[in-house]
């Protein structure tokens, strides 16, 4: 005797259905179902928090500017040359740049021509 007999009419019904393709609708309709309702439910929320400020309302920065910030012009230190012999330490370096009371001129605020070449734009990058 075997007993792992099993009531073959309920595997058929429950095969049939899956293989019929309700099982899936069904599915697919309570998917369906949870995605509405999340989105009624978050429409609920979102009509019950304020609105956003009008441009008009925004925060605006201080006359002054902010605190702690400055804005000035910096000129670039030079790095000293050696004979080629010895080596330049980082102690012998000048730290800091000096202040310069203008603006540099449009020229020097230029990359100077040479392309980046950004990765994917064709060009190799090295100032063709």
């Not at 080629?84 to 330490?89: A, F, K, N, P, V």
Request: negative net charge.
């Amino acid at each position: 005797m075997n007993g792992f007999l099993v009531d073959s009419a309920g595997v058929t019904t429950a095969a049939g259905v899956w293989q019929s393709g309700m099982a899936q609708v069904l599915g697919g309709l309570v998917v369906v179902a949870v995605l509405i309702g999340a989105f009624w439910l978050g429409m609920r929320v979102r009509d019950k928090e304020s609105p956003t400020p009008k441009p008009d309302e925004q925060p605006h920065r201080p006359e002054g500017g902010l605190p702690g910030e400055t804005s000035e012009y910096r000129k670039p230190s030079e790095v000293p040359q050696t004979d080629g012999e010895h080596r330049l330490m980082p102690y012998e370096l000048k730290s800091g740049s000096e202040e310069s009371p203008d603006p540099p001129s449009e020229e020097k605020r230029k990359w100077g021509g040479i392309s980046s070449g950004g990765f994917g734009s064709g060009g190799t990058g090295h100032g063709d």
